[in-house]
């Protein structure tokens, strides 16, 4: 698991990887183009990304710590992102940014 071999890494470079590599932004565009905000898999990300965290700094986050880790680093979080928070929000934004070319689509058929 990728997991265990960032656990050898140090500790701000192995939160970078998870932020970058194994979260959230990995999976952005798919959140954008499928109504899957309500899919029980993504709350096992959370739980994947949750429990490397928790590796990566060595001890273990109540649900108060992960909502704080959440936070995007200007708010004092660790700028790790939920998946279950994010998926509505970009496919909602992304069928709205849209709407125009999907009405012109639509409209010759």
């Known amino acids: 698991m990728a997991m265990?071999?960032?656990r050898g890494l140090p500790t701000q470079n192995a939160l970078i990887l998870l932020r970058s590599s194994f979260g959230a932004s990995r999976l952005y565009y798919f959140l954008r183009c499928s109504p899957c905000f309500e899919h029980?898999?993504?709350v096992r990300l959370d739980g994947l990304q949750?429990?490397?965290l928790d590796l990566i700094i060595n001890c273990s986050l109540s649900d108060l710590q992960w909502l704080q880790a959440t936070?995007?680093?200007?708010d004092g979080g660790l700028g790790v992102r939920r998946v279950v928070s994010l998926a509505s929000s970009a496919y909602l934004a992304s069928a709205a940014s849209t709407l125009g070319l999907q009405s012109a689509i639509l409209s010759t058929l």
């Open 71 to 74: 936070l995007p680093l200007k």
């Open 50 to 52: 949750r429990a490397g």
């Open 40 to 42: 029980p898999d993504l």
């Open 4 to 6: 265990d071999i960032m």
